[in-house]
Structures are given as structure tokens and as C-alpha cells.
């Protein structure tokens, strides 16, 4: 029978299991005779660094040992891929859905049908726009607007330290896919912010689909079309990465001739801070597996649970990017 948001399950169950599971996938059983609860994942894709990370935390946490079995798709960037999978994992009879959703809106009839089935949905990274906010039992992700604003913070603080502040800077900003949750948080942070500061100049924005060749491309476009850039916020590492690729094409020192701020602070971005190519990474922490993990068990056990649920993250620099490098797990 298909589990209900906030029932209890029977007393045989609770004592007969680690984590007490739903039917799912009737098949689904550990090889101690067990069932498993069935998750279904449906991921953006693997357009980045933090994005195998965010997958790793999953399939790392949704194991058998841990009493799941996790059936997982990769979209690759294509919203009705994503809707194609979740109708899968209807058919399939999981007693999860997990979603981190490519953009924000167009969702509301695929996530009818899970309630109707009575699949209780998780969103995980990025949010949704519903007009029903009962569709989807909780989200767990990154403060995205407070990422934004976090970058602009310590820009001020730079410019201040440099002696720069009464200096005119020009800014180009590279966002991330155009609609996406962390695109949307990020790029309000940013702009609200430089709009406080009458020596900020934003000189042009324009999606670099959160890739490394694309953040290359349109950074070059930007570099062609200015004279004097002094700052670019890239929307996620990779972005930042290529972006420092076309820097270096031009005759130009990254992180010298033009300051770079990047998000999720991935390992890689921080041996980049170390070697002076990036001056600052805010973090957006891609560790949601055992988040998703604990609220699963909440909801087996019928308890209750906070429908925005934030991972910690921080924010690093050229100043602390070598004594936090080893502590990265990702």
C-alpha cells in the first residue's frame, strides 16, 4: 500500500526494519530479505563540478546498506526529461521523488499526478513556482539571494582594502541557466547589491548555462566588447573557469587585471584561489544526500518537517582558500 504523507506505519514494520519502508517497488529488497524504500532521483544532469558532486552525495547515501534502493536519472539540462522521469517513477511505484528541477516553472500537472498516486515529492538544489505549495513536502538546497548578496559583501570589503572605493569599477556578470532557482537567488543578490554602490557599473549580463564552454564564450564576447573590465561575477565555478581561460587569451592576469567571483566553491575552484586566479568563491554546498536522507526518515515515521530546509555554506578567498582546501569534500 502507498505510503501517506504523515501516516504511521504499523508497529510490525518499525520493529522489523532500519528504516521502515513503503511497498515501492515490490521487488525492492535488501538481500537479507528486507524491503527497500525506493527513491527516484530525477538530477539536472552533470554540467558541472558541483553538480557530480551533488550526485555522488546521493548514490553514496542511498545505498542499499542504508535500507534505500535509488533509481536515478540524469535529465542533461532538459526539463522534459526530467517529467518523463518523474512519470517513470510513478509507474515504477517509488515511495520517494526527489527533483533538483532545471527551471522554476512548468510543473504543476506532472506533480499533480505523484500527489494523486501519493508519492510524496522532495525538491533538492533548486526550487519550483507552484500555485499549490502542497505538492511537494519540503526543499533543501542553498540560500541562493543571500549567495548573491554574500559576493557583494565582500567585494565592498576588497575594494575597501585595496583602497578602490572611490573608484569607478565596470562589472559584467555571466549567470547561470536562465530560470533556474540558483540563477533567479543569485543574479537578484548580485544586481540589488551593485545598485547600492553608485561606483558599481554593470556593464552587461548574459547566461553561460552554468558550463565551462559557455562561461569561455560569453566571456569572450564581454571582453571584445569592453575596453576596461575590473569585475565579473561568474553564476558557478565552471563559468568562472572558462572565463579565466578567455582572460589569459586576451593578454590579461585573472584575478589581477580583472577580479573574479565565483559560486559553490568546488575543490578545484579553491586550488584556482590559491594560484590567484580567482579572488573569491561563495559556497553553495552540494552535500544533500543525507539531508533528503533525514527527511525521508521523518516522513516514515510520520513526523513532521520544515518545508525549507538551507545546507550551511560559507565564503572564501584568496585569504583562507589554502587552510580550508584540505577540509573540501567536494
Known amino acids: ?91 515504477q511505484d517509488v515511495d520517494y521523488i526527489v527533483v533538483a528541477p532545471v527551471v522554476e516553472t512548468g510543473w504543476e500537472t506532472v506533480l499533480q499526478e505523484a500527489k494523486k498516486a501519493g508519492i510524496p515529492v522532495i525538491l533538492s538544489d533548486r526550487e519550483m513556482k507552484l500555485s499549490d505549495q502542497s505538492l511537494y513536502v ?53 544586481t540589488e547589491g551593485l545598485a547600492k554602490n553608485p561606483k558599481y557599473h554593470l556593464l552587461a549580463k548574459q547566461t ?46 585573472p584575478g589581477k587585471d580583472i577580479i573574479i567571483i565565483s559560486f559553490d566553491a568546488v575543490r578545484e575552484a579553491f586550488n584556482r584561489m590559491i594560484a590567484g586566479e580567482i579572488n573569491c568563491a561563495v559556497e553553495c554546498n552540494p552535500l544533500h544526500g543525507p539531508r533528503v536522507a533525514e527527511i525521508i526518515q521523518k516522513l516514515e515515521n510520520g513526523q513532521s518537517v520544515d518545508k525549507k530546509q538551507y545546507v550551511v555554506e560559507g565564503v572564501f578567498d584568496q585569504d583562507n582558500a589554502a587552510k580550508e582546501l584540505p577540509n573540501r569534500k567536494y
Not at 145 to 167: C, H, I
Not at 218 to 227: H, I, N, P, R, T
Open 138 to 190: 519540503a526543499w533543501v538546497g542553498g540560500n541562493f539571494l543571500k549567495e548573491g548578496q554574500d559576493a557583494v559583501a565582500w567585494l565592498n570589503k576588497y575594494v575597501k582594502k585595496q583602497g578602490l572605493e572611490n573608484e569607478d569599477l565596470n562589472i559584467v556578470l555571466i549567470q547561470g541557466t536562465i530560470g533556474a532557482s540558483a540563477q533567479v537567488g543569485r543574479t537578484q543578490g548580485i
Open 208 to 253: 553561460g548555462e552554468f558550463t565551462q564552454a559557455k562561461g569561455q564564450e560569453v566571456m569572450e564576447s564581454f571582453l571584445k566588447a569592453y575596453d576596461d573590465i575590473d569585475v565579473v561575477f561568474c553564476e558557478n565555478d565552471n563559468e568562472a573557469f572558462g572565463a579565466i581561460d578567455a582572460i589569459k587569451a586576451a593578454g590579461k592576469v
Open 1 to 91: 500500500m502507498k505510503k501517506i504523507v504523515g501516516t504511521i506505519l504499523t508497529l510490525a514494520l518499525a520493529g522489523s526494519m532500519v528504516f521502515a519502508g513503503g511497498s515501492g517497488d515490490k521487488s525492492a529488497k535488501k538481500s537479507d530479505g528486507k524491503k527497500l524504500i525506493t527513491v527516484g532521483y530525477a538530477q539536472v544532469g552533470a554540467e558541472s563540478d558541483w553538480r557530480t558532486a551533488n550526485t555522488e552525495s546521493f548514490k553514496s547515501t542511498f545505498t542499499e546498506a542504508n535500507g534505500y534502493k535509488l533509481i536515478f536519472d540524469d535529465a542533461q539540462q532538459k526539463q522534459e526529461n526530467q517529467i518523463k522521469a518523474i512519470r517513470n517513477f510513478i509507474q
